[in-house]
């Protein structure tokens, strides 16, 4: 509530008054006032913070998966290649 509310005039809500988010909120809440006016600027701000919410969460995954990717499968092959050795000196 407090944060809607500062970012639709662009005031201070505390310390530090998290800026990039009063500003996001002020783009959403101007947006809402012209091309959306069956919603109030509060739907719409909580609607765009899901929205970036899930974008962050999506590349959090992104760069976990890329980062991993290299040491899951090498991991693996050389547990393969392990086995696979192993079963080739029991014969």
Not at 26 to 34: E, H, I, L
């Amino acid at each position: 509530g407090e944060l809607v509310a500062e970012g639709c005039t662009l005031g201070t809500s505390h310390p530090p008054g998290y800026p990039l988010y009063t500003i996001i909120v002020y783009v959403v809440a101007s947006f809402g006032k012209k091309f959306a006016t069956d919603y109030s600027p509060a739907y719409l701000v909580n609607i765009s913070s899901c929205v970036f919410g899930s974008v962050a969460s999506g590349l959090i995954s992104l760069s976990v998966f890329h980062f991993n990717d290299e040491a899951i499968f090498c991991g693996h092959n050389e547990i393969q290649n392990k086995s696979r050795k192993e079963s080739n000196q029991g014969l």
